[in-house]
Antibody, heavy 122, light 111 residues
């Protein structure tokens, strides 16, 4: 069955960096676009970043552009989110999610991981 | 790109129908038929309920339906059940630098 498992969250000081990982299994990873979505405590969902199935295109929310980088290792079925210059407002649960195959590149996410908590605090 | 606007809460009794609105602009909801809806039980992963405004994934009950008029999309839940109590988020493709945007979220309460 499809599984996505995030890791790498934790407490980090403002201005520092953190890299999140998402291990994918149960499907042909290289055929799917992948996204990161976050949810701040007590707040709603916020789309963060996306990468096309073939890695040709990457997109970012304005709130993280220039600070976050999405990447993937197709050989090892891994998705990553490199987060630099972290701010208090980046404190959130971060989810990785898979796009549905039938309608790619439209942000329709059919499988999500359980999430990993990132806390930015001094 | 601002979040799409949803009512903070909607409630209904078992068996009733409720509708959740999702208001955006001509740059997102009104400009594309690429609206989706997610159900989110706190502590669990969100679940895709509707895509392309009114299409249901195969695993979603036909009690859930979507529609759109102008800059406002809607999710209707018919025959409300206790298990429907959750947070619901709409989402839209925007075609702008922030490629996708979520709604503010609606807490559905089954009375």
């Amino acid at each position: 069955q499809v599984q996505l498992v995030e890791s790498g969250g934790g407490v980090v000081q403002p201005g520092r960096s953190l890299r999140l990982s998402c291990a994918a299994s149960g499907f042909t990873f290289r055929h799917y676009g992948m996204h990161w979505v976050r949810q701040a405590p007590g707040k709603g969902l916020e789309w963060v970043a996306a990468m096309w199935y073939d890695g040709t295109n990457k997109y970012y929310a304005d709130s993280v552009k220039g600070r976050f980088t999405i990447s993937r290792d197709t050989a090892n079925n891994m998705l990553y989110l490199q987060m630099n210059s972290l701010r208090a407002e980046d404190t959130s649960v971060y989810y990785c999610a898979r796009e549905i195959a039938a309608r790619p590149n439209l942000g329709y996410l059919d499988y999500w991981g359980p999430g990993t908590l990132v806390t930015v605090s001094s | 790109q601002s979040a799409l606007t949803q009512p903070a809460s909607v409630s209904g009794s078992p068996g009733q129908s409720i509708t959740i609105s999702c208001t955006g602009t001509s740059s997102d909801v009104g400009g594309y038929d690429y609206v989706s809806w997610y159900q989110h039980h706190p502590g669990k992963a969100p679940e895709l309920m509707i895509y392309d405004v009114n299409n249901r994934p195969s695993w979603v009950s036909n009690r859930f339906s979507g529609s759109k008029s102008g800059n406002t999309a809607s999710l209707t839940i018919s025959g409300l059940q206790a298990e429907d109590e959750a947070d619901y988020y709409c989402s839209s493709y925007t075609g702008s630098s922030t490629l996708y945007v979520f709604g503010t979220g609606t807490r559905v309460t089954v009375l």
